[in-house]
């Protein structure tokens, strides 16, 4: 049996705020139903910019006016970060 030394280590999941972190992406999913209750969920591509899925909610719902709901969605990176000993 070899002897085996273990140091614990405190982790700490924190926003990833690195310049090589993943970029913050913006989307937004058409939640109308149609007659069966099922959702559209056409949704935008993954957008730098609020504004751009806003713009293709807004582009999405003039090609469908009966399509007027959405749910939008941020996703940031987060990372876990070894914060000293535990
Ligand atoms: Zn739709």
Redesign the pocket.
């Known amino acids: 049996m070899t002897g085996r030394r273990f140091r614990f280590v405190k982790w700490t999941l924190r926003p990833d705020t690195e310049a090589d972190a993943p970029r913050t992406v913006h989307r937004f999913r ?1 939640v ?1 139903l149609d007659d069966h209750d099922d959702e ?1 969920g ?1 949704c935008s591509a993954a957008c730098a910019e609020p504004g751009e899925a806003q713009g293709w909610a807004s582009g ?1 719902w003039r090609a ?1 006016p009966d ?1 007027a709901s959405f749910a939008g969605t941020v996703e940031r990176p987060w990372v876990l970060w070894m914060d000293g000993p535990a």
């Open positions: 058409c109308a559209c056409a999405h469908n399509h």
